[in-house]
């Protein structure tokens, strides 16, 4: 199965992407966590994305999508893949069905992930990172006093692009370049919507009934 998840920021994509991606077992695909993991190694790529990405400004097209496609040559991927985050732009959506057409493959299913611009605003506001594990807490819903991670202990951070002004900045770039793929996608009947208003395992649910439904259709 050849998935996305689509969604503005603080939607929930990444954490309900790795858990479809542990259930199903196809690999999970973050353009975010790609160039995080680059920008904390130091590569050349993490400098030039770290730019783009401390103002909340996407990364341009074709360092994101000649990234992608690499990810996407990888072995591991023939049996699958989760994308979170990728496409973003109308742009890297066209390139993505380019190659997947010379390689012999197509998108599934494509997730959009929905919530009110309040919700998104006040989750990623309490997102906090573990700089152990890498789990993604929201210090709200999980309770959190102590700024410690429940799972390893380890602290748990503010994502810098989660202060204010950059959450600003990224929604702008979410409204005016990746909300026009939500029609690219109904288009081509592949979008598949799911309210992430209510807690996040009911969210989970209702993707896997959404997944399951249509999957019965086809
Ligand atoms: P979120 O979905 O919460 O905004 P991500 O981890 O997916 O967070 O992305 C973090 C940042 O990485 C984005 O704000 C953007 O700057 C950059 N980025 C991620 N994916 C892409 C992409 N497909 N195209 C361009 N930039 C991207
Ligand atoms: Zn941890």
């Known amino acids: 199965m050849n998935l996305i998840f689509l969604g503005a920021p603080g939607a929930g994509k990444g954490t309900a992407s790795k858990k479809l991606s542990e259930i199903i077992g196809i690999p999970h695909i973050s353009t975010g966590d790609i160039f995080r993991a680059n920008i904390s ?12 990405i401390s103002k909340g400004h996407l990364v341009p097209d074709d360092v994101t999508i000649g990234m992608v496609k690499a990810r996407l040559s990888e072995p591991d991927c023939s049996k699958g893949f989760i994308l979170d985050g990728f496409p973003r732009t109308l742009n890297q ?3 993505l069905d380019s190659f997947l057409t010379e390689t012999g493959r197509k998108i599934d299913r494509v997730i959009d992930i929905v919530l009110s611009e309040s919700t998104l605003v006040d989750r990623l506001a309490y997102r906090r990172v573990c700089i152990g594990c890498k789990l993604s807490y929201n210090l709200k819903s999980h309770n959190i006093t102590d700024n410690l991670c429940p799972v390893c202990g380890s602290s748990l951070m503010m994502r810098d692009d989660d202060k204010p ?29 799911v309210n992430s208003e209510e807690k996040i ?18």
């Open 201 to 218: 395992a009911d969210t989970f649910a209702n993707i896997l009934a959404a997944l399951e439904i249509k999957g019965m259709k086809q």
């Open 93 to 95: 959506a066209e390139a």
């Open 165 to 193: 002004e950059v959450i600003a900045a990224r929604l702008v770039a979410y409204h005016k370049d990746t909300e026009p793929l939500i029609d690219y996608y109904v288009r081509t009947r592949k979008l598949v919507r």
């Open 41 to 52: 190694g130091g590569t050349e790529l993490g400098r030039l994305a770290e730019q783009y």
